[in-house]
């Protein structure tokens, strides 16, 4: 078979289209498609069967696919399961999901679907097509199912999948970005005092006539390197910022450390784990469920963990189980895994059973990433408005010394 041909979907520019034109029945027929171009609007209706009398274009939409996000996907998964568990055609059922979505460009991507799938390509193959949209697992796992006949449950298990695993990543993105967001805006709320209020004191104090206090001589200080140098800062966070994700994306070996680094850091680390392992867990049993070679599977699952190291370590798994070798034993001998997961692993080994087993898992995993997410936010809460109190409160102390001083004084 050949490899499909890939879209640069980003550089697709879509139209709103208004057509009219008569079915097969001879029926007078209207309605409005999203594409490319005219030629793609005849294919499309040729596709159905319709014999336009006119197409007119309406406006530009935006350019590409590229506002389409997981759950616009998981929605269309459990859209087309529904159509087809109720004995609809693919190409009907493709028609249908099309006209019930309103973002124009999810829109427009079912609808180039439906019209490679009418010009005889396999559901798979059009997927295949838009790898930005539809990643290696969800184009396995509708091949396993237009083969075996069960395309509605299979398409049922993607939606359920991506479910579980966007969850789990809303979660650990929660977790990472709620402190930083906080501590982030205190830090905003800080170089703003630094840099307009302090100045303001420092010109009342000139006339005191007094050595000001320590605290206060140190903010000062602080204020006028904040005025002096508050570009250059932003700058650096920028450019650091930038560059590390750059080295992160083009550097394997930078992207490993990164990753590996995540992992240790306290309490954070221990949920990034978590879901990993979850992500694992689930995306094995979902591909080895469907009937997807244990071999197939764990390369899958290597490539959705998002974590570098634990890629790293399913790919030695990969090999060891091609060898042979159990994949309980193979998973021991990395030692990137938890006793718990390997043994419940072997147990569904020898039960033949590791689909099942490895749903347990995941679920165990999910629900302890949860548990965690919850834990820390109520632990950093109060740590938050200590680190705050003391950043804000500390400046405005200092401010107030010698004005509370020269009280005394008085």
Do not use: C
């Amino acid at each position: 078979m050949a490899a499909p041909t890939r879209f640069n979907d980003r550089d697709i520019k879509l139209y709103r289209w208004r057509w009219s034109g008569k079915n097969s029945r001879g029926q007078r027929v209207q309605g409005q498609l999203v594409a490319g171009s005219r030629t793609e609007v005849e294919k499309l209706l040729a596709g159905q069967r319709v014999l336009p009398t006119s197409i007119r274009r309406k406006s530009q939409i935006g350019r590409g696919l590229g506002g389409i996000n997981s759950r616009d996907i998981t929605l269309f998964a459990r859209q087309m399961a529904t159509m087809i568990r109720a004995g609809l055609p693919v190409l009907e059922a493709f028609q249908v999901v099309a006209e019930s979505i309103s973002k124009p460009a999810m829109s427009a991507l079912v609808q180039r679907l439906l019209n490679d799938v009418a010009a005889g390509s396999t559901f798979a193959e059009a997927l295949a097509k838009h790898p930005r949209q539809f990643d290696s697992l969800f184009v396995s796992l509708v091949a396993a199912g237009e083969q075996s006949g069960t395309l509605d449950r299979m398409l049922e298990r993607i939606a359920f999948y991506k479910e579980k695993t966007d969850s789990v990543v809303g979660r650990v993105k929660k977790a990472l970005w709620y402190p930083t967001a906080v501590i982030l805006i205190g830090i905003g709320v800080t170089a703003l005092l630094l840099i307009k209020v302090v100045p303001q004191f420092e010109s009342m104090f000139a006339g005191f006539g007094a050595e000001l206090p320590a605290l206060t001589q140190l903010t000062i200080r602080l204020s006028e390197l904040a005025q002096a140098h508050w570009w250059h800062a932003i700058l650096t966070l920028v450019g650091t910022v930038l560059l590390m994700r750059l080295a992160t994306r083009y550097s394997s070996a930078f992207a490993y450390r990164m990753h590996a680094l995540l992992l240790r850091i306290p309490v954070i680390g221990n949920i990034v784990l978590k879901a990993v392992l979850a992500r694992y867990a689930r995306t094995l049993s979902i591909t080895f469920a469907a009937g997807v070679p244990l071999i197939e599977a764990l390369d899958t699952s290597a490539s959705s963990t998002g974590n570098r190291v634990y890629e790293r370590a399913l790919r030695e798994v990969r090999s060891s189980v091609a060898e042979g070798q159990q994949l309980q034993f193979a998973m021991r001998m990395t030692d990137r895994f938890p006793a718990m997961m390997i043994q419940m692993v072997g147990i569904g080994e020898e039960a033949g059973s590791l689909d099942a087993m490895l749903e347990r898992v995941a679920t165990y995993y999910e629900e302890e990433v949860d548990n965690l997410v919850d834990g820390l936010t109520s632990l950093i809460e109060p740590f938050i408005i200590v680190v705050l109190g003391v950043l804000v409160g500390g400046l405005v102390l200092s401010m107030y010394l010698p004005i509370f001083e020269l009280g005394t004084v008085l």
